[in-house]
């Protein structure tokens, strides 16, 4: 037996120990690696994640589902996607590929998809067993030329079958289709854009590399979401193109109709990218239900077939852009997109303002292009070298028959061939394995054409490859032939505007009673209250107050007017009409300090009601007197008080006593 010193000391080289801190580290920076870099990141030349990758490389290399072939079922397509490429939950593959096939996900969709693929509502899409797939037209684009070396390769997961590292793809799909993805540590959010707009902006970058990133606004004028909508306001977008991170307002576009009755409503036609539509219905629903927004007495959603349509049914008295306002205010009818471009550059997350996303695609291009040539040079050499070696037979058949009937066997004629001819070896072979046909007239014809032809091509494709200006030309012209093939009008209107909420918006300028008591209670309550009385009446009661309290001031102002309120240390406040709380006829209304930020030991004196205060007319050529009691007068143009401060202003300075 052994003792436990000795078990011990057998131990001892093997027991290797680490800093539990250090491994933590470092396997959770792997981890994170492993997450950005292959999972929720988008490449930035060709826009995909690897899973979207796998999906289409699968449906055009393995299973040829192109945009002309019949679709197969989305469970097939999984399935090999899964086996070959992408060893992950077959969920996570469907999912992608359902996002590829949505129009209000995608501005572009890349998958053709047959059967129930989700919709704007949510709902979620049909098990993959009931779905079909194959590949839209524009991704025959995205594949194009990848089977002639121009992107690299690597071995799939367990080694077996070789999937390129990014798709050679003619189209910006980064830039037109956007990205979102939540990695470690960071995450991505782009927005879609205009095919034509964004091939503009590449042809532009190829004829003037230095193009700034404003001049690049020209082009591109924003983002383009595929539900449409209206981008409201320019400087969110702006700072989004210019340096990669902004926030794009956006909302849904509305019209207001009027009901067979007579009575407004608001019909929506368009809503926020990326809202789920039923839930946008329901929250405004509840809100109408918890009394949070007036005026709306019914909502339906008449969506169908044709497109999108909600309509909202108001109230009598209800003023249909106050609604409006309030809708947006409240509800996801206005949504801000927060812009957040970033992408892995040379497997490196970089943040990307927009020409840095053009000049990569540009590069990117200009690689796929100058390979292409490459290889279609490589192709014609070794073709050209074939027909000239049975040109050379065909001058020469009848010895060559001769070796042929008189060698022992096939590798003994190529030999003889070869030597008597100064031929290669693979010519000598494609001479054996010529046909009878071949030597007709009509064949020679034809190989002598294809000869002149094959040495048009090389000599071009040659000064191709010297030529940069010849590269970035054919990239142009590729450009512009996407553009003529895909390319289709804004759906999102931009409309140039302040993102701030005017908060006269919320309110219509209706006439109101404002009633100030001795005690220095206030309230408004609207005119159409106190009613025409007829012969006969009693009147109605106008206000409550205390038993020693008496109303003292009332005034007529419409929401919109602006109260001056004058306090005895000689200091000015301002309160907006729609700013004085509201009360029903009989209630007796809000002590002032409570309304305005007024001194405890100070007391309002004066109360002035202006119309409007943005009016550079009106308020200079308007004054304000005040007397003290000691007799100072003082007159003021009401420019002096245009510009409203919280907390008020000096007026007047009072003297001590005074």
């Known amino acids: 037996m052994l003792t436990e010193e000795e078990k011990n000391a057998g131990l001892v080289g093997r027991i290797i120990p680490i800093n539990i801190e250090e491994q933590m580290k470092s396997a959770y920076i792997d981890y ?41 079922k989305s469970a097939r397509i999984v399935g090999d996607v899964l086996g070959k490429f992408h060893p992950h939950g077959d969920t996570s593959v469907y999912d992608a590929m359902v996002r590829l096939a949505q129009d209000w996900s995608m501005r572009y969709p890349l998958v053709d998809g047959q059967g129930n693929f989700g919709s704007m509502d949510g709902d979620s899409p049909a098990a993959m067993r009931y779905t079909e797939a194959r590949m839209k037209k524009i991704t025959d684009e995205v594949m194009a030329d990848i089977d ?35 990695a470690v540590g960071m995450a991505t959010n782009m927005a879609p854009h205009n095919l034509s707009e964004v091939v503009d902006a590449c042809c532009a970058y190829i004829d003037n590399p230095e193009i700034t990133g404003e001049e690049m606004l020209q082009y591109i004028k924003g983002p383009d979401f595929p539900t449409g ?119 490196r997350p970089q943040m990307l303002p927009m020409r840095d996303l053009v000049k990569h695609f540009v590069d990117h291009r200009h690689d796929v292009v100058v390979r292409r040539a490459r290889f279609d040079l490589k192709k014609a050499e070794e073709r050209l ?52 046909r071949a030597l007709t007239g009509l064949e020679y014809g034809k190989l002598i054409a294809e000869r002149d032809e094959l040495t048009k091509q090389i000599a071009y494709l040659k000064e191709v490859l010297e030529n940069v200006g010849m590269q970035m030309q054919i990239i142009k012209d590729e450009l512009l032939e996407i553009k003529e093939k895909y390319g289709d009008e804004r759906r999102s209107e931009i409309v140039y505007s302040s993102e701030e909420f005017n908060p006269e918006d919320f309110y219509a300028d209706d006439d109101m009673v404002i009633t100030i008591s001795h005690m220095g209670y206030i309230k408004r309550t609207p005119l159409a209250e106190y009613r025409t009385q007829n012969r006969g009446g009693v009147g109605a009661k106008g206000s409550a107050t205390r038993d020693e309290d008496f109303i003292e001031h009332i005034y007529v102002a419409s929401m919109h007017n602006t109260m001056l309120f004058f306090t005895e240390k000689g200091r000015c406040f301002w309160l907006k009409v729609y700013e004085i709380p509201e009360g029903a006829r009989s209630s007796k209304g809000r002590a002032i300090q409570n309304v305005i930020q007024i001194e405890p030991d100070d007391k309002v004196r004066a109360y002035i009601n202006v119309k409007r205060l943005n009016d550079e007319e009106y308020v200079n050529n308007n004054f304000i007197i005040m007397c003290t009691k000691d007799g100072t007068i003082k007159k003021t143009k009401l420019e002096a008080y245009s510009r409203p401060r919280q907390n008020g202003v000096n007026a007047i300075v009072i003297r001590e006593g005074d």
């Open 32 to 72: 994170s690696m492993s997450v950005i870099v292959s999972r929720a990141l988008p490449d930035v030349r060709d826009g995909m994640k690897p899973v979207h990758r796998r999906i289409l490389y699968d449906m055009s290399a393995e299973l040829n589902l192109y945009s002309d072939k019949p679709t197969r």
């Open 385 to 436: 070298h074939i027909v000239q070696g049975l040109l050379i037979a065909q001058d020469n058949i009848d010895e060559i028959v001769h070796i042929i009937r008189s060698s022992q066997t096939p590798d003994a004629a190529k030999q003889t061939m070869i030597e008597r001819f100064d031929l290669s070896d693979i010519q000598a072979s494609a001479i054996i394995e010529m046909r009878l």
């Open 148 to 182: 002639k070396e121009t992107v690299d390769w690597t071995l799939n997961f367990d080694d077996t079958i070789p999937e390129p590292t990014v798709l050679p793809t003619k189209i910006p799909l980064l830039i037109v289709n956007g990205a979102s993805g939540i």
């Open 229 to 347: 909508g209206i981008i409201y306001g320019y400087e969110g977008v702006r700072e989004a193109m210019l340096t990669g991170r902004g926030r794009v307002m956006m909302r849904a576009k509305t019209d207001i109709e009027h009901t067979p009755s007579g009575r407004e409503c608001i019909v929506i036609t368009e809503i926020p990218y990326m809202i789920n539509k039923a839930e946008m219905i329901k929250k405004i629903a509840d809100m109408i239900n918890e009394k949070k927004i007036e005026g709306i007495s019914y909502i339906n959603d008449e969506s169908d077939r044709n497109g999108l349509r909600i309509i909202i049914i108001l109230k009598h008295d209800a003023v249909a852009s106050v609604v409006l306002n309030t809708l947006f205010k409240n509800t996801p009818l206005q949504t801000s997109f927060a812009v957040n471009n970033i992408a892995l550059v040379n497997g």
